[in-house]
């Protein structure tokens, strides 16, 4: 695990995450537009943070970004910008906006207990649906259409591959595998891997103590049985959260790996004009 130098809060990360750790990685815009937007979704009007080339020539392969437990903080608006650098339109929809604010919490515990359980799976589901409708209509091409998430987000990645059958191409960053099963969670990974639609590229940590190597396993066997297009990466030296550059758990090494080994797999499954 890297240790990283900690430093006071900076402004547009979540209060429960303080402080922000020196590594933090922030990215230009000089080269991308980049901003919020509303995106009609099931009734209601769905905060988003979009970025995407300035230079863009046609409709752009999409990325739909989904967030860690923190919501559409700073970091996950960096990914968009990083993501627009290489040529998409990344879209971060703000996926608890009905249930409430994380930026009220000021603990984890607290943020996942009065908010983050409250989400029902379906309700997020659908509204990716929206947002990748939204991209269509927005510089997005329908036929490209990709998805990342983190911590969180990465249990939904998986989870989306298996709903949308448009969806080309999923990579899972240190999503949960396995779980209690809930009204709002009624599945898991190691459920819909004989539903997945899309190749899904799962990228772990083996020091992860929230989500133990056995259940990475466990997901692996049942890819298999499924004979589902599918990958997971564990790094050795990397915990949870380790792309996460403003947390204490980032591991530079892996993450970098990882950044790379997503963009070869979209590169591979759907994002380049077919």
Known sequence: MTSNTITDNKPGFAPSVSPVASTVVQTPEDAILAGETSIPSQGDNMPAYHARPKNADGPLPVVIVVQEIFGVHEHIRDICRRLALEGYLAVAPELYFRQGDPNDYDDISSLLSNLVSKVPDAQVLA???????????????????????????????????????????????????????????????????????????????????????????????????????????????????????????????????????????FARYGAKKG
């Not at 190691?190 to 899309?198: H, R």
């Not at 997901?219 to 792309?243: C, D, K, S, W």
């Open 127 to 265: 509204d990716l649906d929206h947002v990748a409708n939204w991209a269509a209509r927005n510089g997005g091409d329908a036929h490209r259409l990709l998805l990342t998430g983190f911590c969180w987000g990465g249990r939904i990645s998986w989870l989306y591959a298996a709903h949308n059958p448009q969806l080309k191409a999923a990579v899972a960053w240190y999503g949960k595998l396995l779980g209690d099963k809930t009204l709002n969670s009624p599945k898991h990974p190691v459920d819909v891997a004989t539903d997945l639609n899309a190749p899904v590229l799962g990228l772990y940590g083996a020091q992860d103590t929230g989500i133990p190597l056995d259940t990475v396993e466990t997901m692996r066997q049942a890819l298999r049985a499924a004979n589902a297009t599918a990958e997971i990466v564990v790094y050795p030296e990397a915990g949870h959260a380790f792309n996460a550059d403003y947390r204490p758990s980032y591991h530079a090494e892996s993450a970098k790996d990882g950044w790379q080994r997503m963009l070869a797999w």
